[in-house]
């Protein structure tokens, strides 16, 4: 199996059941949605995942400033080293995404910022 694909494999069946989300990648790739994603064959397993990578929603307007999820603020980033994320007071502490005082432009930039740094703090601080 691909290593990519078991990733999402380990998620998709840890999700909580009834999230409608998670069947869209099933019904693109032409797979049933009640069969666990473990008993899928090499080939659906590809397919589902190649649904995810190509997914595209079609955008139609926003909610206004009232219904943001950015927000600003969070603790200093000078006292995490920038290469792991990991406090310089608290070894092995590792903070990630808007724990952090980081804030990016609207386009996916926050979202960006919030998976690149999980994934650096989760890799080293296990």
């Not at 069946?13 to 009834?18: F, K, L, N, V, Y």
């Not at 397993?45 to 009232?66: H, I, K, P, Q, S």
């Amino acid at each position: 199996m691909p290593e990519g694909v078991l990733v999402y494999v380990e998620y998709m069946e840890s999700a909580p059941s009834g999230n409608p989300t998670l069947s869209q990648p099933r019904k693109y790739a032409g797979i049933g949605a009640q069969a666990p994603l473990r008993l899928l064959e090499d080939e659906e397993l590809e397919r589902v995942a190649d649904a995810c990578r190509n997914f595209r929603l079609a955008l139609l307007g926003t909610e206004g400033f009232d219904c943001a999820q950015v927000t600003a603020g969070g603790i200093k980033t000078g006292g995490f080293d920038p290469e792991t994320l990991e406090s310089w007071f608290m070894p092995r502490l590792f903070v990630c995404g808007e724990l952090l005082d980081v804030d990016g432009d609207c386009g996916g930039y926050n979202l960006q910022w919030a998976w690149a740094s999980g994934r650096l703090a989760g890799r080293l601080g296990k």
